[in-house]
């Protein structure tokens, strides 16, 4: 059991394999005055697909398979990002989620990966497993910035570990890597949207979700729109839970992003419409299109929500 709740070890092993793997990868690592790692995965790097691959396993901390799978979009060949697991709590709530501000001077992101686990002090922590002391930290941020040193200290004065025993992988949505890591969430936003709603994530004992990988934006907010039309409008996912019939026919119907009245919109739209502010936007919305739930229990299937593919092609292939 340690060797599956030790996140950050894993995460850590995967990263050094890529620092080891600079040009096949397209990546640069940098090492900060302090000691800490960076690793630029479309900063001021090219990154890649396999490099994007490698930054959603490093999120997941090594408990997923993420691969590239045949798709379309309204007849457009459009791959799509695959995501399977028999730890979908810890891969995906107590690593892959950006749950934790990263904010020291002028630089801001959200932080995922496994050092949130390290850090501990979400309030998800208080009802989910996956809190654990860490020799070393790896975490992930979604920027167009490297970090500074500054940052490197900040975080690591946080999980009280020493600066060179602290890695970060960073990329912006706006780039190859960057968009496949965050269209890599169709199993976190699901899992995330059932544990809002007050479902029991302990039920949950495997997951698979899909959702198809937009072009690379042009710059950083039209890049947040795509990648959350990405999943909002074209994500799929399967759970396996042990569970209640009723509780799963009730809870599910809430859970897909057709049960928002935000819904049916390009996101950007959506996102102008709220005055480009995060939160005037519905919470509900955040969810996958598709949602089915496989009881082991009754051995019954519940099956809810649906795609757009209209939406898809206006947010991904603008005319």
């Keep these: 059991m340690t060797a599956v709740l030790c996140l950050n070890e894993r995460a850590r092993i995967l990263a050094d394999q890529m620092a080891a793997s600079t040009a096949t990868l397209r990546l640069g690592v940098h090492q900060t005055t302090s000691g800490g790692r960076i690793l630029d995965c479309g900063v001021q ?12 396993r490093v999120c997941l901390a ?3 398979e993420v691969s590239l799978t045949p798709g379309e979009v309204e007849g457009i060949a459009c791959p799509s ?3 399977s697991t028999d730890h979908p709590v810890l891969a995906c709530m107590a690593s892959q989620y950006a749950g934790w501000q990263i904010s020291v001077g002028k630089f801001f992101a959200m932080g995922s990966g496994p050092m949130r686990a390290a850090y501990g002090k979400e ?9 654990e002391e860490a020799t070393s930290a790896v975490g ?44 890599a969430r169709s199993v976190e936003t ?20 899909t959702a198809p990988l937009p072009p690379v934006a042009s710059n950083e907010l039209q890049a947040i729109g795509r990648t959350n039309d990405a999943i909002l409008y074209g ?11 009723d509780q799963l026919r009730e809870i599910g119907a809430r859970v897909p992003s057709s049960a928002s009245p935000d819904h049916g919109a390009p996101f950007a739209e959506i996102f102008e419409r709220a005055g480009r502010d995060f939160y005037k936007i519905d919470p509900m919305l955040f969810s996958p299109a598709e949602l089915v739930l496989n009881n082991l229990n ?22």
């Design 45 to 56: 790097t090219a990154g890649g697909l396999q490099a994007g691959l490698c930054l959603a």
């Design 62 to 64: 090594e408990l997923a």
């Design 81 to 83: 990002v695959q995501v």
């Design 123 to 131: 309030e998800l922590f208080t009802h989910l497993p996956g809190r």
């Design 140 to 183: 992930v941020l979604e920027s167009r910035k490297l970090p500074e040193d500054e940052v490197i200290v900040w975080i690591a004065g946080y999980l009280k570990l020493a600066p060179h025993d602290l890695t970060l992988l960073v990329a912006p949505a706006a780039s190859v890597a960057g968009n496949v890591q965050v269209v």
């Design 190 to 209: 699901a899992l995330h949207k059932l544990h809002e709603l007050q479902f029991d994530l302990n039920q949950v004992l495997a997951g698979w979700g």
């Design 235 to 245: 994500g799929r996912v399967v759970l396996w839970v042990r569970s209640d019939d």
């Design 298 to 319: 009754s051995g019954r299937t519940f099956a809810f929500g649906r795609r757009e593919p209209a939406v898809l092609r206006r947010s991904f292939f603008p005319e």
